[in-house]
């Protein structure tokens, strides 16, 4: 049975794009990973509230859904501690 496209567009490549070990990592750089983690937030949380799809999908895969959006938000968070540890 096929399933209702969604608008989920995990920014894999644009978040591997800021990721230069090479460069250290301003707050520009911060700010952007910020934003595209919280896109791809978003749209995690648009997918779990989608009550078609998560009926069409197994409770293994709903299960990892949510636990990909909390890492996602642990993620930010950590992103806002080390910003606020840069700013002066």
Do not use: N
């Amino acid at each position: 049975m096929k399933s209702r496209p969604t608008e989920l567009d995990l920014p894999i490549k644009r978040i591997a794009a800021h990721a230069r070990p090479e460069k250290p990592i301003g707050p520009g750089t911060i700010a952007g990973v910020k934003a595209l983690l919280a896109d791809a937030c978003k749209q995690l949380r648009v997918i779990i509230q989608d009550e078609f799809i998560m009926a069409e999908t197994p409770l293994e895969a709903q299960t990892a859904i949510e636990y990909a959006a909390e890492a996602v938000d642990a993620a930010l968070r950590r992103l806002e501690s080390i910003a606020s540890q840069e700013t002066p």
